[in-house]
Antibody, heavy 117, light 112 residues
């Protein structure tokens, strides 16, 4: 059974940094691309980043480009999202999702990030 | 960026009846490889989204046959037959032909 478990969220002040993790199990993590997708409170879904299975390519939404970095450690079956210069508009539930041909396939349960002074 | 337009914003359905949700893209989602890069998801209350349908009409594993998808190019429809209370939630379409992936704004399904 595919499982994706996010962690690392919390309440932080504007301008600060945070690093999210997503531990994967139930599939060969090193063979699949992975997404980060977020959802602001009471809002819709916003894709923010994609990383290829071998980290050879990374793509970002304009809203986070230059501030967020997606990475992975295939030896630890773990996906990361490093978030810098956080803004109030980054407040959201952050989901990691397994990618199948670029399609978000299985999603984690999400981790909440709140940016507030 | 490819814009995804969903309608209606919300729909209220009597159990046992059908519901249809429309999704339009600002660009054809048909790739030269013959695959259409469009999927549908359901986000039940307080849950993460789950894949319902991929490539227009293919049912994801474990998804009820009451769900069906149709369409082509830029116009797509999700139909839910014999609606049940467990179908309550927000339905999203998404294009993954190009980055950034873009989602429709969502359609909230409620039970009358």
């Amino acid at each position: 059974e595919v499982q994706l478990v996010e962690s690392g969220g919390g309440l932080v002040k504007p301008g600060s940094s945070l690093k999210l993790s997503c531990v994967a199990s139930g599939f060969t993590f090193s063979s699949y691309g992975m997404h980060w997708i977020r959802q602001a409170p009471k809002k819709g879904l916003e894709w923010i980043a994609l990383i290829y299975y071998d980290s050879s390519n990374k793509y970002y939404a304009d809203s986070v480009k230059g501030r967020f970095t997606i990475s992975r450690d295939n030896s630890k079956n773990t996906l990361y999202l490093e978030m810098n210069s956080l803004r109030s508009e980054d407040t959201a539930m952050y989901y990691c999702a397994k990618s199948l041909g670029a399609r978000p396939d299985y999603w984690g349960q999400g981790v909440m990030v709140t940016v507030s002074s | 960026d490819i814009m995804m337009t969903q309608s209606p914003l919300s729909v209220a359905v009597t159990p046992g009846e059908s519901a249809s949700i429309s999704c339009r893209s600002s660009k054809s989602l048909l790739h030269s490889n013959g695959i259409t890069y469009l999927s549908w998801y359901l986000q039940r209350p307080e849950k993460s989204p789950q894949l319902l349908i991929y490539q227009i009409s293919n049912l994801a594993s474990g998804v009820s046959g009451r769900f069906s998808g149709s369409g082509s190019g830029t116009d797509f429809t999700l139909k839910i037959s014999r609606v049940e209370t467990e179908d309550v939630g927000i339905y999203y379409c998404v294009q993954f032909l190009e980055v950034p992936l873009t989602f429709g704004s969502g359609t909230k399904l409620e039970i009358k």
